[in-house]
C-alpha cells in the first residue's frame, strides 16, 4: 500500500481536534529544531509532551523516556528521529492509542506508515507540523 499526503482539509481538522503532541526525539537543545518547533507549537496553545530519555525537562514540561510511559492520552505523535528508527515508535502509537502519527520534514518510513494506518492512526510524513499549523490555522488554534 503506498502512502499519499493527507489533504489540506485533513490535516486542519487533525490540528483543529488535536491538543496533546507527544514529540518523540524533541531535544532540549534550543538551537535544535525539534525544539524551535515544538516551542512554537507550544506557543500556539498545544500541550507537548517530550520523549527523550535524556532529559528530565524541556520547555518546561516533564521528559519522558518511551510513549508508553505518558500517563495521559495523546492526540498526535511527531516524530523527530530518522526513518529507519520510525517503525518502532508507530509500533508504540498505536499502543498508546494515539490518533495520528506525524513523521516530520525529511521523514518517510512506509513500514512506519502501514502500522501505524492498521492500528488505526491518521498519517502524515514528510511535513512540517509547524508549518503545515502556521498556513492552515493562521489565527491560531481555537480552544475546544
Not at 531535544?27 to 518547533?37: A, L
Amino acid at each position: 500500500m503506498a502512502y499519499t499526503h493527507p489533504s489540506r482539509d485533513q490535516l486542519r481538522e487533525l490540528l483543529e481536534r488535536s491538543n496533546t503532541i507527544a514529540v518523540v526525539g524533541l531535544s532540549d537543545k534550543p538551537d535544535r529544531t525539534s525544539y524551535m518547533v515544538s516551542e512554537a507549537m507550544q506557543a500556539k496553545g498545544y500541550r507537548i509532551i517530550p520523549v527523550n530519555p535524556n532529559a528530565e525537562t524541556i520547555l518546561g514540561e516533564k521528559s519522558y523516556a518511551s510513549l508508553r510511559d505518558i500517563p495521559e492520552p495523546v492526540d498526535i505523535v511527531n516524530v523527530f528521529r530518522r526513518s529507519e528508527h520510525t517503525p518502532p515508535v508507530a509500533e508504540e502509537a498505536v499502543a498508546i492509542g494515539a490518533k495520528a502519527l506525524w513523521l516530520q520534514l525529511g521523514i518517510a518510513n512506509e513500514e512506519a506508515a502501514e502500522i501505524a494506518e492498521q492500528g488505526g492512526l491518521f498519517v502524515v510524513m514528510d511535513r512540517c507540523i509547524k508549518v503545515e499549523d502556521s498556513i492552515l490555522l493562521p489565527g491560531g488554534k481555537a480552544k475546544s
